[in-house]
């Protein structure tokens, strides 16, 4: 499944939509010196900028505290030219990350990790949701892969993918399945899966023949190793699927593209273009 070719096609209408909206403001916030995070960070603002997105780029050192983060987001949170908020994650041990997203103004919550975007995706009302699974459902839907009835399994249980991933399958009538560092039978799990799901951060963490054939596979895992940027499935894998998302150009591009697509939709909510529950803008 070619991330890279959808993902080029999102961004071309997105641009038209902000010509349509005028200037949409995205900031970000990074807080210490993690390579892989300041990576991260150009990309997201290379692919807004490229958008038509004004990118903020708001950059703290890593002995910021808790308080002074808290009070940048509510500095953003005011700022009538921002439209959407991104706190780049991991942050330093330091910092309770679940109290910064509660800090963040749930209609400008790019990343869709506010407990109110959270709770209106549980309830399958979905406001703003996090970019990686939104990515993958589209990539799902362009690939006309069958959701409805399908087993899907989901190997991980993270806020931002494994989690948020479970509930859009669910959503649209798959059987859920989600596994992680406890499940005792990875691979009889794994096998019987029409959709495979995998974000675990480990290489190679599904092997071949832990995938059932003719199924699915979406590889969310980015790991740098001595062989160069590798998924968390084994591409021999790809033998054996009838569709496996490659790394690099899989997930990644479709991330950066639906976080895009998530600042547009918050300023189409600010704009009162659509409307946000319970919240006035």
């Not at 979905?126 to 799902?140: C, H, S, W, Y």
């Amino acid at each position: 499944m070619d991330g890279a070719a959808l993902a080029a096609r999102i961004r071309a209408d997105l641009r038209d939509e902000v010509v349509e909206l005028g200037e949409i403001g995205l900031a970000t916030i990074l807080v210490g010196e993690d390579p892989a995070s300041q990576i991260y960070i150009r990309l997201k603002h290379e692919a807004a900028e490229a958008a038509g997105i004004r990118a903020v780029d708001r950059r703290l050192p890593e002995q910021t505290s808790q308080e002074e983060l808290e009070a940048l987001v509510e500095e953003l949170n005011d700022d009538d030219s921002i439209d959407g908020i991104l706190v780049q994650t991991p942050l330093p041990s330091h910092i309770e990350e679940a109290s910064v997203m509660r800090a963040i103004d749930p209609v400008k919550d790019v990343d869709g990790l506010h407990p109110f975007n959270a709770g209106q995706l549980y309830f399958g009302s979905t406001t703003l949701a996090p970019a990686t699974p939104l990515g993958i459902m589209r990539l799902l839907a362009e690939y006309r892969v069958p959701v409805a009835g399908a087993h899907a399994v989901v190997v991980g249980r993270s806020l931002i993918v494994g989690r948020p991933m479970a509930l859009l399958l669910l959503h649209e009538n798959a059987t859920v399945t989600i596994c992680h560092s406890r499940t005792r039978d990875l691979a009889a799990e794994t096998l019987a899966a029409d959709i495979l799901v995998v974000a675990v951060g480990q290489a190679a963490v599904i092997a071949p023949n832990m995938v059932k054939a003719g199924s699915t596979v979406v590889d969310v895992g980015m790991n740098r190793t001595e062989a160069g940027l590798v998924g968390d499935v084994d591409p021999g894998a790809g033998d054996r699927a009838a569709y496996l998302t490659p790394v690099p150009g899989g997930v990644g591009p479709m991330t950066i593209a639906m976080l895009l697509s998530n600042a547009v939709r918050a300023a189409r909510f600010r704009r009162r273009l659509l409307a946000f529950p319970g919240h006035s803008v």
